[in-house]
């Protein structure tokens, strides 16, 4: 009789085996809706709602699982305690400098727009706005990379053809 792996099940019924969730104080539901506005190919999978047993209004979410273009996250809604800082950071991969365009405004709206390909939402996440390529343009020699990282420190929003002319000096 063969040995059967006894994660094999979960693993099938939940493919990503590591997920994010995200900490806010009452508007993860929002913040969900939101991000699925934003990026196609995305949806909410369950709304969870507050139980009796937790402190804070009745009828509010506990958490809200979403899909981003079939990456899976959490919302979670769980107080002012924990606030979002630039130490950690959802990235956008885009192939096209219209990509890049289109993500710096909507996730930038209502939010900040600070510098190199990085915005923080209305909700106070950060994120970085990048080419899809960005691996490549800093993955060159030390003067590429030098030359690269040049060009993105004069950037707020990046600028994919002006990054691949200082990759390609």
């Known amino acids: ?41 995305s949806k909410i999978l369950n709304i969870a709602p507050r139980p009796e047993s937790v402190p804070d209004p009745k009828g509010s979410v506990l958490t809200v699982d979403f899909e981003l273009d079939g990456r899976r996250f959490t919302a979670l809604n769980g107080g002012p305690q924990f606030k979002f800082t630039e130490a950690t950071s959802l990235v956008v991969h885009c192939d096209t400098q219209e990509e890049i365009d289109y993500f710096w405004e909507k ?38 990379t030098d030359r690269v990282m040049r060009a993105v420190l004069k950037m707020k929003k990046l600028d994919k053809a002006e990054m691949e002319k200082a990759a390609r000096g």
């Open 107 to 144: 996730l930038s709206e209502g939010g900040q727009q600070v510098e190199c390909g990085w915005v923080k939402d209305k909700y106070g996440l950060s994120w970085q706005v990048v080419p899809s390529n960005l691996i490549e343009l800093f993955g060159g020699d030390v003067q590429q």
């Open 1 to 41: 009789m063969a040995a059967t792996n006894p994660m094999q099940s979960k693993t099938q019924a939940s493919p990503q085996k590591v997920t994010t969730c995200l900490w806010f104080n009452t508007n993860g539901e929002e913040a969900a809706k939101f991000y699925c506005s934003v990026f196609k190919n």
